[in-house]
Nanobody, 124 residues
């Protein structure tokens, strides 16, 4: 079992930045590829990006590429989502998720463990 806890969400003006953290406990964190997802009201949960086990490889969807950065610190059992140049359309609940199979998986059902989510609201 892996327990994930996100933090760092909040209210920010358009153009601003936030850094989300996701701390893992339980099994060996470095055995899991990590993904970030988001879900806006009335919409399906969507993939934002992912990071490989060592952190050497990352992937981003086009809508956040160049603005968001995913990193991880396996010594701290933590994965981060740095979000810059935020837009109102980035408003959503953000979730981190872990899977032991492959990195860069874009579908929620492919992940074994989920955090509770943290709200990000970007005002115009």
């Amino acid at each position: 079992q892996v327990h994930l806890v996100e933090s760092g969400g909040g209210l920010v003006q358009a153009g601003g930045s936030l850094r989300l953290s996701c701390v893992a406990s339980g099994r060996t964190f470095s055995n899991y590829a990590m993904g970030w997802f988001r879900q806006a009201p009335g919409k399906e949960r969507e993939y934002v990006g992912g990071i490989s086990w060592s952190g050497g490889r990352t992937y981003y969807v086009d809508s956040v590429k160049g603005r968001f950065t995913i990193s991880r610190d396996n010594a701290k059992n933590t994965v981060y989502l740095q979000m810059n140049s935020l837009k109102p359309e980035d408003t959503a609940v953000y979730y981190c998720a872990a899977n032991s199979k492959r990195w860069g998986l874009p579908q929620p059902y492919e992940y074994d463990y989920w955090g509770q989510g943290t709200q990000v609201t970007v005002s115009s």
